[in-house]
C-alpha cells in the first residue's frame, strides 16, 4: 500500500511540475498589442450601420428600449470623423438588457480590414453600460493575428445624438495572443 502511494505521490509531483513548466512557456510567448479606434454606430439616416431587429411586442424599439435587439455593421475608423480611414467593421448584435434601459450586451466581432491586421478578428462579449464614462468588456478571443487572444476594451462615448440614436465610441483595446 506504502508503494501504491509513493508511486502516486511521484506521478503528481511530475504533472505539477510539467503543467507549471508549461504555463509559465505559454505566458513569455504572449504579445501584448494595443490598439485605439472609432466605432461609428449610426442607427439614422441612409447610411445606418445599426438597426433594431427584435424588440418587446406592441413597444417602441429603440436603444433605450428593455429587450431591443440590434444588428450592427459598424465602421470602426482611425479617427473621429466620419469619413477617416477605415482600419475594420464592427459586426455582431447589442441587445438591451437592463430592465431601466440602461445597459446593452455586446456580442460582435471586430473584422479588421487595415494593412496591419487585415482579417484577422476581435471577438467582443459584455456589458456596455452606456450611462458611464468609461466602461469595459471582454476581449473573448479572436483569429489570424489575434488567434487565441484574450484582453480588454474600454470604451467612452466621445458623440451621442439621443434622439437619432447616433454615436460614436472611442475603443481602447489592449489583447494578449500568441
Given at each position: 500500500m506504502a508503494t501504491k502511494f509513493v508511486i502516486l505521490s511521484l506521478m503528481f509531483l511530475l504533472a505539477l511540475a510539467t503543467s507549471t513548466e508549461a504555463s509559465k512557456y505559454q505566458f513569455q510567448n504572449l504579445k501584448e498589442t494595443n490598439m485605439m479606434f472609432y466605432m461609428q454606430d449610426w442607427e439614422t439616416g441612409a447610411n445606418a450601420t445599426a438597426i433594431p431587429v427584435a424588440g418587446i411586442p406592441h413597444k417602441r424599439w429603440s436603444i433605450l428600449g428593455f429587450g431591443t435587439i440590434f444588428a450592427t455593421d459598424d465602421k470602426l475608423t482611425v479617427a473621429i470623423e466620419r469619413?477617416?480611414?477605415?482600419?475594420?467593421?464592427?459586426?455582431?448584435?447589442?441587445?438591451?438588457?437592463?430592465?431601466?434601459?440602461?445597459?446593452?450586451?455586446?456580442?460582435?466581432?471586430?473584422?479588421?480590414?487595415?494593412?496591419?491586421?487585415?482579417?484577422?478578428?476581435?471577438?467582443?462579449?459584455?456589458?456596455?453600460?452606456?450611462?458611464?464614462?468609461?466602461?469595459?468588456?471582454?476581449?473573448?478571443?479572436?483569429?489570424?493575428?489575434?488567434?487565441?487572444?484574450?484582453?480588454?476594451?474600454?470604451?467612452?462615448?466621445?458623440?451621442?445624438?439621443?434622439?437619432?440614436s447616433n454615436a460614436i465610441i472611442r475603443w481602447n483595446v489592449t489583447v494578449f495572443h500568441y
Open positions: 469619413n477617416s480611414s477605415e482600419v475594420g467593421r464592427a459586426h455582431g448584435i447589442y441587445v438591451n438588457s437592463a430592465l431601466d434601459g440602461s445597459d446593452l450586451h455586446l456580442l460582435m466581432s471586430l473584422v479588421f480590414t487595415n494593412k496591419e491586421y487585415n482579417g484577422s478578428t476581435l471577438e467582443i462579449q459584455g456589458a456596455d453600460r452606456f450611462y458611464q464614462k468609461y466602461r469595459e468588456v471582454s476581449v473573448v478571443s479572436g483569429t489570424g493575428i489575434f488567434r487565441l487572444a484574450r484582453g480588454f476594451a474600454t470604451l467612452e462615448t466621445v458623440y451621442i445624438d439621443i434622439p437619432n
